[in-house]
């Protein structure tokens, strides 16, 4: 009984850590200035009283940015949508979260978009989270579109 007791929370302290350890995604403050790196920027359109929401920073994205997985690629931002946090849209102009995800007509969460330094959408955007067995690949799907949208761009402006 006790040892499996013991197995018991060992799976679950496994379970959890990921999501207990996972680094604290950074709100967007100022895209003008993010968008100065040329890496496509993912915007996290979330809502404190949204679960699905925390399911999708949980299980994919808090753990995506810790690990690292894009690091030099993408950059991930999150809007609170109807926070009052202040921001700076894509062409300087100041507003809170909740005016740039009214400006960007998003009203229901969770939501992924994916810019470009001018603040262009690059792919369609990930809507809700209706299935959670096949999120992932559509994400990293956008991500890798978006990526390569991006960088012909990057490779022009080199030359």
Do not use: K
């Not at 996972?22 to 003008?32: E, I, S, T, V, W």
């Not at 994205?61 to 931002?77: E, Q, T």
């Amino acid at each position: 009984m006790r040892g499996a007791l013991l197995g018991l929370l060992a799976v679950l302290g496994c379970l959890s850590s990921p999501v207990v350890a996972a680094a604290d995604l950074p709100p967007a403050r100022d895209f003008a200035a993010d968008a100065a790196g040329h890496a496509p920027i993912l915007v996290f359109f979330t809502n404190a009283s949204c679960p699905y929401c925390r399911e999708v920073e949980n299980l994919y994205l808090r753990p995506m940015y810790s690990r690292g997985d894009y690091r030099g690629r993408l950059l991930i931002r999150v809007v609170e949508v109807g926070g009052g946090t202040p921001l700076v849209d894509f062409t300087g102009q100041r507003m809170s979260h909740g005016e740039f995800a009214r400006r960007e007509r998003v009203a229901f969460t969770p939501v992924i978009r994916l810019y470009d330094a001018a603040g262009r959408e690059l792919v369609p955007q990930l809507f809700g989270y209706t299935t959670p067995d096949f999120y992932l690949g559509y994400l990293e799907q956008a991500i890798e579109q978006a990526i390569r949208r991006v960088r012909p761009a990057r490779t022009a402006l080199l030359r």
